[in-house]
């Protein structure tokens, strides 16, 4: 008779960790031990491979192709030299990637008179075998780093250097030993107020009513609004009331 044992995993597994053994006994010579791996969502066989074996006790254990994210199952065959077969129980396992999730700043987030101290870019890691070292890009350029980064651990970093006005882009690359992973990339866009303190005001004053030019108005209220401008920033309004007759 022949009792088949298949190794069980830990859920989720990382992309480089898929050794995969069947144990068998029998009571006669076994024959042969044959593996199966499914990808579950397409029931697409993966890997099919068969091994001889011999005597009343053997195991075999074969490394899977490279997996992509997803779930799996799998299961063994063995064989005995009377002709005998038994099938294992099919097992689940689910394959993962390491991978960094951005938190802040948000993409396309606005940003007023903020500086590289003051900008915090914070993000978790996940599914690395340990702490990682993580290195904040911006515009393409190595600008911060972060050492021993653990899984699920919000962690935020400062640019190095000053952070000029106008439109960025960003993203988190971290790694250790075999893994890396580098997360989404991201905008945002910093703005400055301009500084006004040496420069001489160029103020603007443009009318928004009253609602004829040059017109004539017998007693009533006449209500004449303005936008002013300075730099070309809208600071305020203002509105004069002239009341009496004969006035134009």
Known sequence: ??????????????LEQKPLTCN???????????????????????LQNSVSVSG?????????????????????????????SVSGMDQDFTVVAAE???????????????????????????????????????DGVASGTATGVSNNAQTTIYANDSISE?????????????????????TFKLVLTPNMTDEPLVPNVVAVSCADYNSSYNNQVVALGANLF??????????????GQNVT
Not at 59 to 84: N, R, V
Not at 234 to 243: D, K, L, Q, V
Request: hydrophobic fraction near 35%; aromatic fraction near 10%.
């Open 100 to 138: 960094v999730t951005p938190l802040s700043p948000q993409d396309k987030d606005a940003m007023l008179d903020e500086t590289n101290d003051t900008i915090k870019f914070t993000f978790l890691t996940n599914y690395f075998d340990s702490p990682a070292t993580c290195t904040l890009y911006l």
């Open 56 to 84: 009343t006790q053997n195991s075999s254990t074969w490394t899977s192709p490279t997996l992509s994210k997803g779930e799996y199952y799998w299961h063994c065959e063995a064989k005995d030299a009377a002709g005998w």
């Open 1 to 14: 008779m022949i009792q088949l044992r298949q190794r069980s995993f830990k859920s989720p597994l990382l």
């Open 230 to 243: 300075d730099n070309s920033v809208t600071n305020n309004h203002a509105c004069i009331r002239i009341t």
């Open 166 to 186: 106008g439109t960025h882009i960003w993203n988190i690359t971290c790694a250790i030993g075999g893994q890396s992973a580098t997360s989404e990339t991201r």
């Open 24 to 46: 068998a006994t029998d009571n006669v010579n076994l024959s042969s031990i044959e593996i199966f791996v499914y990808r579950k969502d397409t029931g697409a066989l993966i």
